[in-house]
């Protein structure tokens, strides 16, 4: 139980029409209240212009493990973790295909500066992985936001701008996570071999970073020099350093900020292809 002293009260901008203040104990039917007195000992007295409020309860804001049923726009996000084995089998089999074929050869011969074939695929494929993301995120959001409110989930509130950002990363990661692949592709020239890699690369890291018995110091790691780094641009939950909790990606706070996260998967991609570049030249004749 605690108590606080209030003194020199006022309204300003409003006309009061009852008769001064009034006191009312809040609380007492929440799960956070468990273990606090709930048989009316709060109280409320007031004394000339001095007013002593009395009683107990958890007024911090809320986190993740204060409500471990609520749900957050990663969870809604689920599905992201299949669509990026998807991207990932087509990225590389975007050109292990020609090299399976020897279809290679005539694409080579096409453009002498074969840094701007491999270029020129990326653009393609990051840009039709953005758009279908992109697409499936701005369908996902909302659906899945109605089918939670309507089942009694509660949902941590996050503002529009949030959730453009989450729809616009998530398509975002996804594109890195292709031409991740595609960078793969063209050094492993096998496409087992580059969606193996790749699934190492950016989803294994990310299951590990899922599972809640992790060392906290581990997940975090994992989650700032992996691409599974990218996954930070799905966070909307806030960390507050007065509220002690597990901070952690199981629970859906990444140690880099969404963008900076992002950049990870991105910084990524763009080294594949530079590497796959210059195999290109060099080796692929």
Excluded: C
Excluded at 79 to 93: D, E, K, P, Q, R
Excluded at 187 to 213: C, G
């Amino acid at each position: 139980m605690s108590t606080a002293v209030f003194t020199d009260l006022r309204l300003r901008g409003e006309r009061t029409t009852g008769g001064g203040w009034s006191g009312e104990q809040l609380g007492a039917g929440s799960p956070t209240f468990a273990g606090y007195p709930d048989d009316g000992s709060g109280s409320f007295t007031r004394s000339g212009g001095r007013i002593t409020v009395t009683g107990a309860g958890d007024i911090a804001p809320a986190v993740r493990e204060s409500l471990p049923t609520g749900g957050t726009l990663r969870d809604i996000l689920t599905g992201t973790f299949a669509a990026l084995i998807a991207v990932i089998v087509v990225g590389a089999l975007f050109i292990t295909s020609e090299y399976r074929t020897h279809m290679i050869h005539l694409t080579l011969a096409a453009d002498p500066r074969r840094s701007r074939v491999l270029v020129a695929k990326a653009v393609v494929l990051g840009g039709v992985s953005f758009v279908a993301g992109l697409a499936g995120a701005l369908l996902a959001v909302p659906l899945g936001e109605r089918l939670a409110r309507a089942n009694g989930v509660y949902l941590f509130p996050v503002a529009s701008s949030t959730g453009i950002r989450v729809a616009f990363g998530t398509a975002a990661l996804l594109a890195a996570a292709s031409v991740l692949a595609l960078a793969l592709g063209a050094v492993l020239r096998h496409s087992a071999a580059a969606v193996t890699t790749a699934v190492v690369v950016i989803v294994v890291p990310y299951l590990l970073t899922a599972v809640p018995f992790m060392p906290a110091g581990v997940a975090d790691q994992l989650a700032r020099v992996t691409p599974a780094a990218g996954f930070a641009v799905q966070q909307t939950l806030v960390r507050y350093e007065h509220v002690a909790s597990h901070y952690t990606p199981y629970h859906g706070y990444y140690p880099l900020a969404p963008w900076a996260g992002l950049a990870v998967p991105a910084g990524y991609a763009v080294a594949g292809l530079v590497v796959a570049a210059v195999l290109l030249r060099r080796r692929d004749a």
